[in-house]
């Protein structure tokens, strides 16, 4: 028995959300009294590699197929479906990631195993096997019972947090045996995103709603998110009138998000916009509307404009960190 | 060609959210159903297809696992124009039982799309689970699709970017924002043509649930938002470091 962690790299490099997950796996094989196993798949080198015993990965399979880059859903779903077996995994966990959602589901159906998705904390229980959830878009939280003896789990991001703990860790090579007739996705073209904090990965989160007035406004917002080395988001509204990339938006329908701190400039705070970011743990909220509801999900707020407060934000920031 | 897109019934995404007095389960006197937004996205994208295709879609067909009070919501997607709707008559367990009562009629279709989650239990589970019990390929987080011949074009979120890929049918499709810009809203000789449409009720079959709620809580009431005056904006940065910890 042991508890497996797919470790998500994009380009040769873990995302952030691996360290996190690797932590996770960690602390559940030792309540589970198993090892824990990481699983890497694509060319990822030794140095890279050896990052996750920083975390206290004392194992990893590694695959070093090319193929992977192609993020085909059913390849990766298989590969990670033989590894479970080889590694004798009785949980399988999964960033709850673009590309963690899109293989947990095919993975659950290969191992006969209980799926629970975007699940946050330890389990309460390992018999019977118990998880939390948030569920109705972060307004309630289950409390989630797995019947089957496998279980494939995806963690919420940021809801766990990485914990650093430095072991030497055991590369083994490991090879799934796919052939080039597995990946049947074929990729075009590619648009990354450089050089910016990714909205997944950012601890600190600025955003802006329709009070930004338009994009041309949003120069001070991007320079204090710049000095906070924060990500950027914004509104539905925002997005939808092209004042901001859809990559941006967050809430019920776009992005979920859990920063340690997240700024709203002008968001009204909708039920549908809260859904996506109320589990972020403090929220600061600027809106010259004192009855917005957005004051009633922050923890912090100013009401007045946010064109004269977020000049005020910036002059602050670089106070404190010079 | 023909295309399946699932159908999820969910409470209104303003619904108030309360449980019956044990916490076992959704207290839903008073909540309104809608299509689950990103079906409704789903299903807006399949009859632009169809109605682009010149013929070579011949039907689009909507499938929902529920009781009876879920017809209205399938009446509606047929109203939007679905050509055909089915209901597997059971109460959805979790997302393993719904793709396995999905299974059986799934089969044949061309293009199958699924909504990256349901807004109620949010699960992001029965798309990836349908395409794996029919072993299809399947690419999630697709945000635009286009089809020419038996070629599929699809825009999907990868994280930190996007992608353009090429994939073939039969596939399934599990779709996010952007997938349609604006749900398409019933005209009415749409909502007149949808009463005459075939909505076959089909039963369900004997499947194992693997995962089952326990009970449910409401986050805790949030402490009061603390207040800073507009033009003492500065000390609430201070207040995020010295008191909050987060700077
Ligand atoms: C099915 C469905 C799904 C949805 N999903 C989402 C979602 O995922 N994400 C999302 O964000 N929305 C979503 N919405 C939309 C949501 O209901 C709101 O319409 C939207 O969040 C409002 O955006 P906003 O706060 O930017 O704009 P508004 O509601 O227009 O608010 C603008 C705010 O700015 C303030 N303001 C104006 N000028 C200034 C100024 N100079 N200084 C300070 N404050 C100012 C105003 O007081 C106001 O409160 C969804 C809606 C539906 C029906």
Redesign the pocket.
Known sequence: MSVLVYTENWDGKFKKISFELASYAVALAEQMKVPAVALSLGKVDETELKKLGNYGIESIMSDTNENYIGLDNQAIAKAVAIAAEKAGANVILIAHSNLGKAIAPRLSIKLKAGLVTAIHGLPLSLQPFTVLKNVFTNKAVGKVLVHAEKKVLTLAANSFGSQENIVTTIINHFDAGLSNTDFATKIEQTNKVTGKVLLSDADIVVSG???M?GPENWAPLEELAELLGAGTA?????SDEGWRPHSE??????KMIAPNLYFA?????????L??VSSSKVIVA????PE?P?FEAADYGIV????KVIPQFIEAVKEIKS | MKILVLIGNVPD??TKIKFNSEKTALDASGVQWIIN?WDELALTRAMELKENSAGAIEMVVVATVGRQETEATLRKALAIGADKAIRIDTEPKDGFYVASQLAPVAGGYDLIFAGIEASDYNGAAVGGMLAELLGIHSISSVSGLQLEGGQITINREIDGGSQTVKMTTPLMAIVQKGIAKEPRIPAMRGIMMARSKPLEVIPAIEVDVLTSFESFSLPPAKAACKKVPEDQAKTLIYMLRDEAKVL
């Open positions: 709603g329709r009070g007035k914004c509104s539905r509204p925002v938006h967050v809430g019920q329908t776009g400039f002008g968001i009204s705070g909708a039920i549908q916009h859904g996506g600027v809106n010259k509307d917005a957005i007045g404009d946010v064109f | 995404t303003t937004p």
